[in-house]
């Protein structure tokens, strides 16, 4: 359950249509984790908001507004993020373990050492995301627009080395700036 002096915050800061006042306590209370555990945010409009390290897993922000938002280390793990803007949003780090990002905006979204093992992103445009050292599963990209128009194929990503062995399955670790390495598996 959400901590209520938290969402009273949040909520505040929702209705003056800034996150000014929101992003202003972060700024003064850097050691507190924001506790957002299960929030139901439906098309709530949080662009430029500093949700880092934030728990807000097993929330709903489907169709919200999360445009540049800094999610840093965020838990966003079992999370609804369906059809949500998160175009130029910073993921870094973050846990989205099971999250459901199925038609997610993230255009030029930074995901950098992300872990969306288990995540479904279903027809997700990642054009110009970072996705350096991210974590997730081979199929979880299948379908998805990631520099063409037809996406990268399973064979495709295979042939690259873009695999990493992880815990007895397949993953993939995308990084950047070096050769791509062979996971054991031959084509």
């Known amino acids: 359950m959400a901590n209520k002096e938290h969402m009273q915050t949040l909520i505040s800061a929702l209705a003056s249509q800034s996150m000014a006042s929101w992003n202003q306590l972060r700024l003064e209370t850097p050691s507190i984790r924001p506790d957002l555990l299960g929030v139901e945010l439906v098309e709530a409009n949080l ?17 919200a507004n999360l445009h540049h938002a800094n999610l840093r280390h965020a838990d966003l793990r079992s999370t609804n993020l369906q059809q949500a803007d998160l ?20 255009r030029n979204a930074k995901l950098r050492k992300a872990n969306l093992t288990g995540a479904r992103i279903n ?7 970072d996705l350096a050292g991210v974590l997730l599963d081979p199929e979880a990209i ?28 397949d993953r993939l670790r995308v990084n950047k700036g070096t050769k791509p390495h062979r996971a054991g598996r031959h084509v």
Do not use: Q
């Open 87 to 106: 175009s130029e949003a910073d993921l870094s780090g973050s846990i989205l373990n099971g999250a459901d990002l199925s038609g997610a905006i993230l």
């Open 47 to 63: 662009s430029f908001a500093n949700l880092s390290y934030a728990d807000i897993s097993h929330a709903n922000l489907s169709r």
């Open 123 to 129: 027809n997700v445009n990642l054009r110009g995301v």
């Open 142 to 169: 299948e379908g998805n627009k990631v520099g063409s128009s037809r996406g990268v194929s399973y064979i495709e990503k295979l042939a690259l080395g873009l695999f990493a062995r992880g815990k007895g399955k």
